[in-house]
């Protein structure tokens, strides 16, 4: 279960039209970016995707089933998803919070063993939360929680990552860290799907890219034919000055 | 050998003294000797107990047992409507008096499956006061003084129902509270004695035993006689409200009356002498047209 | 919360789960014993335990083994549903001033109750209109508080309130048009009181088995206790989970109601008290309720019918008085 499939896709945007059916391939080892304006449809095409939400038409596969058909469990063994915004639950701490990433994972009965314990220390030390791990989550900074979040997927080991703005909060280290924890997932034969804001990051770490258009338009592809600066420009109405830094294309709103 | 005469004249003497009656439940409850110790869960029936002469075996009451004096000083065991079981249970009473509307039924049934035969009353008619106390005169074996109470009790009440047979109506009205200002129906106790005095309940075709109702009640039904009992014995503030309303007929022929409510609000022979007072007081009514 | 707040850790936390439950079983055996041993009527200890060797005189085996220890097992089985009860709403609602009295469900199994013994119903008919009374109320609450946003804790607080309140309005109205002499009784079991309970069985069958039913769900509550958008994201069943919950939570309250009367607090401050210490782990946090819940309840009946005896107090006034305080603190902690 490592390849996500969206056949003619029709997100449920309240009050919008249809536009565009999106009908592609994550495949394994790929990494995607979303990119789109505010309101978009980005966080819901992501919940869509995880089976969160119904879409209005179209349907999602996982190895070619439709997610419709699987069971929830199967679901989540498969594909993993960092929320964007968190609610906040009752208390609870770090490490607990990292280990509910293996719920999927064990039996009713079962409680979480040695393995799970180990599976959530690695994941918080590789966010570099695990000197938190005691701490209460209510305690913590955005930027910490926001890695927790990325470290409870983690323990999850889903062969799908969707992540909703992974770099949200973050500082430049951490987002660059977090970043490559993705692009280190993709190259271990893992598919991911990003939402992000950051167009640099996303000309910076992703292969392909799909653009969301307000009115439902969408078009997607490989990294290097989606950044066009015109259909950039068209994509968030605003002019934007293009460099090349350290490899990779630079784009910066014009004044 | 004479240890078993002995012990079969005893079964015998008990079977031969072995006493039954009928609650209020309708169920028959049987002792095998009178009883020696009883407890009483309302201050009623501790009424009813010592008016079937049978005072001396009370071993337990409940709050406000006031009445005779000598209540008083019996061992309370909490309230009517939550008794203390423990309290009531140590004083292994061999005879409990129930009140099926006033007592929780389940510490009723609870006290009988501890083996204790519950004597169900609930009096709501003048025949009904007479008959209890021959009732638990017989449980208790004092039906010599018990049944004399009964019959000098149902002796005076029927006196008084001859004397006021061919009386002339008066309309009533009994208010048995102030706030909320309450009356009584045709089915209540209360009811029955304006009855048997020769008044008409301006209230008696309500359906609720205790009716609720207001000021405006009253003024429509513009009763010739108003009569109260009052909390404690004293009652003058619930009778000058009714002053500010001249135009009622009670008031204008000022027909405004106090019974004292231990001796009319309580199916207890003292009933009798409240009964006397309430026929008195609608005499006085008759003469001031 | 105020240890929450603070970022310590809840004291006990990651010791296990045998332990506290073990050293709270103890606490509720020591509790019964106590609640055996004291009354109005006097037992020594000599008498007590000749009647727990199965010995001992008429008197004192009436007053430990027919009145005492069915009342305690009562009230041990209703304070175990009640605090059970109150720790799944917390859990479903992630927040901690859910409580079956608060959110109205005990005013819905109330008006249910009263409305079968109003129409001379008995026995399991009661029950059932209790169940139905407090599912009533979870589905207004719920489906009022949920409308068309989502649930806020204040949003839903004020729901479970207004329709308590409402539930409230409904017991007067009934209260009106009872026989005026029935009044006391009613008011009194309103109040929660276990001086009308009788056999114990059928609460301490319902807590036993509902502790038994929720243990393989425990992780699924801890993982909902997280918000159900990452619930399901993590394989939970969100819909039929919650659903499992409200019934569940309704049957307790239900039960403990038809048993004791509308008892208060139980459910609020018993599973606060265990989050603080114990953590929050759902597969320890409902089996040390039933057993705190339990413990708790038998302490404050035996407070209440020894306190001014003869006179007895209603449990739920011990009750009232310890949780008011607490739900005042809470509400006052958390914003």
Redesign the interface.
């Known amino acids: 279960m490592n390849r996500l499939g969206l056949g003619d896709l029709v997100i449920d945007v309240p009050g919008r039209d249809d536009g565009r059916a999106l009908s592609l391939g994550v495949e394994p080892g790929q990494v995607w970016g979303v990119l789109g304006p505010n309101g978009v449809g980005k966080t819901t095409l992501l919940?869509t995707l995880?089976?969160?939400r119904a879409p209005r038409a179209g349907q999602v596969l996982l190895d070619g089933q439709a997610l419709a058909t699987l069971?929830?469990?199967?679901?989540?063994?498969a594909l993993?998803?960092v929320?964007q915004d968190?609610?906040?639950?009752?208390?609870?701490?770090v490490r607990?919070?990292a280990l509910?990433?293996r719920?999927?994972w064990?039996s009713?009965?079962q409680?979480e063993g040695g393995e799970d314990l180990r599976l959530a220390e690695t994941a918080l030390a590789r966010l570099d939360v695990d000197h938190l791990a005691?701490?209460?989550v209510?305690?913590l900074s955005g930027g910490e929680r926001q890695r927790l979040a990325i470290a409870t997927v983690l323990t999850?080991t889903p062969q799908i990552w969707l992540a909703d703005e992974p770099t949200n909060h973050l500082d430049l280290h951490h987002q660059t860290a977090v970043m490559a924890l993705l692009a280190e997932q993709a190259a271990e034969g893992r598919a991911v799907m990003m939402c992000l804001h950051d167009l640099n990051l996303a000309a910076r770490w992703c292969d392909h890219l799909l653009l969301l258009y307000p009115d439902g338009e969408a078009c997607w592809g490989p990294r290097d034919a989606m950044l066009e600066t015109s259909a950039l420009e068209r994509l968030y109405g605003q002019r934007l000055a293009t460099a090349e830094v350290d490899g990779a294309p630079v784009f910066v709103p014009v004044r | 050998m004479l240890a078993l005469v002995l012990s079969g004249l005893g079964a015998g003497e008990a079977r031969a003294d072995s006493r039954c009656a009928i609650d209020d439940r309708d169920r028959e409850v049987c002792l095998e000797a009178p009883a020696t110790r009883i407890a009483t869960l309302s201050p009623g029936a501790t009424e009813l107990v010592y008016a079937a002469g049978a005072g001396g075996k009370v071993v337990a009451v409940v709050a406000y047992s006031d009445y005779p004096p000598e209540a008083r000083q019996v061992t309370s065991v909490g309230s009517h409507t939550r008794v203390d079981l423990e309290a009531l249970v140590s004083l292994q009473p061999d005879l409990v008096i129930g009140w099926i509307t006033g007592n929780p039924a389940e510490q009723l049934e609870t006290i009988e499956a501890l083996g204790v035969p519950v004597f169900y009353i609930e009096p709501r008619s003048i025949d009904s006061v007479a008959t209890t106390i021959e009732r638990l005169a017989r449980l208790a074996g004092s039906e010599a003084e018990g049944n004399d109470v009964a019959a000098e009790f149902r002796a005076g009440m029927d006196a008084l129902a001859d004397e006021y047979a061919a009386a002339e109506p008066v309309a009533t009205f009994y208010q048995v509270w102030d706030e909320p200002l309450m009356s009584v129906n045709d089915e209540h106790l209360i009811g029955e004695v304006v009855r048997l005095c020769g008044g008409v309940n301006v209230f008696g075709e309500l359906s609720r035993l205790v009716p609720r109702i207001d000021d405006e009640a009253v003024l429509a039904a513009d009763p010739e006689a108003i009569v109260a009992g009052g909390m404690g014995e004293e009652n003058r503030h619930w009778l000058t409200h009714w002053q500010q309303y001249p135009g009622l007929t009670a008031v204008a022929r000022d027909n405004l009356f106090f019974v004292p409510p231990s001796l009319i609000q309580r199916p207890t022979p003292r009933l009798l002498e409240g009964s006397r007072i309430l026929c008195e007081k609608l005499e006085v009514a008759r003469g001031r047209r | 919360m105020a240890a929450a707040e603070l970022g310590a850790r809840p004291l006990l936390a990651g010791r296990g789960i045998w332990l506290p439950l073990a050293v709270l079983a103890l606490a509720g055996c020591a509790a019964l014993g106590l609640s055996l041993a004291v009354g109005s009527a006097s037992v020594s200890p000599e008498a007590l335990w000749a009647v727990l060797r199965g010995e001992g005189d008429a008197l004192s085996r009436t007053l430990v083994l027919e009145l005492r220890l069915p009342r305690s097992l009562s009230a041990f089985a209703v304070g175990g549903l009640l605090a059970v009860a109150g720790a799944l709403m917390q859990v479903l609602l992630r927040n901690p001033l859910a409580d079956p009295y608060v959110l109205g469900l005990s005013g819905g199994a109330s008006v249910g109750a009263l409305a079968a013994m109003l129409a001379g119903l008995g026995g399991a008919v009661i029950t059932g209109s209790a169940f139905a009374g407090a599912f009533l109320s979870t589905l207004l609450v719920f489906g009022l508080a949920h409308g068309t946003g989502s649930w806020t804790p204040s949003r839903l607080l004020l729901t479970g309130v207004v329709v308590a309140a409402g539930w409230g309005a409904v017991i007067t109205l009934m209260l009106a048009l009872s026989p005026a002499e029935r009044l006391p009784g009613m008011l009194y079991w309103l109040m929660g009181d276990l001086s009308y309970s009788r056999t114990p069985w059928p609460p301490l069958a319902l807590l036993l088995i509902i502790c038994l039913l929720l243990m393989p769900l425990g992780r699924s509550l801890n993982v909902m206790a997280r918000g159900p958008l990452q619930a399901a994201a993590l394989g939970v069943n969100v819909r039929p989970l919650e659903w499992t919950i409200y019934l569940v939570a309704s049957a307790l309250t239900a039960m403990a109601v038809t048993t004791a009367g509308s008892i208060g607090f139980v459910g609020l401050v018993v599973p606060h008290m265990l989050r603080l210490l114990l953590g929050n782990d759902q597969r320890l946090i409902l089996p040390a309720c039933a057993l705190a819940g339990g413990t708790l309840l038998v302490l404050a009946d035996t407070l209440a019918r020894t306190m001014i005896a003869p006179e007895q107090l209603p449990v739920g006034v011990i009750t009232a008085l310890l949780g008011v305080p607490t739900f005042l603190y809470l509400l006052y902690r958390s914003r």
Not at chain 1, 71 to 77: F, I, L, P, S
Not at chain 1, 86 to 93: E, K, V
């Open positions: 919940h995880a089976g969160l069971g929830r469990r199967q679901v989540a063994r993993g998803l929320f968190r609610q906040d639950g009752f208390p609870a701490t607990e919070t509910i990433g719920h999927p064990l009713a009965w409680m005691e701490r209460l209510s305690t999850q």
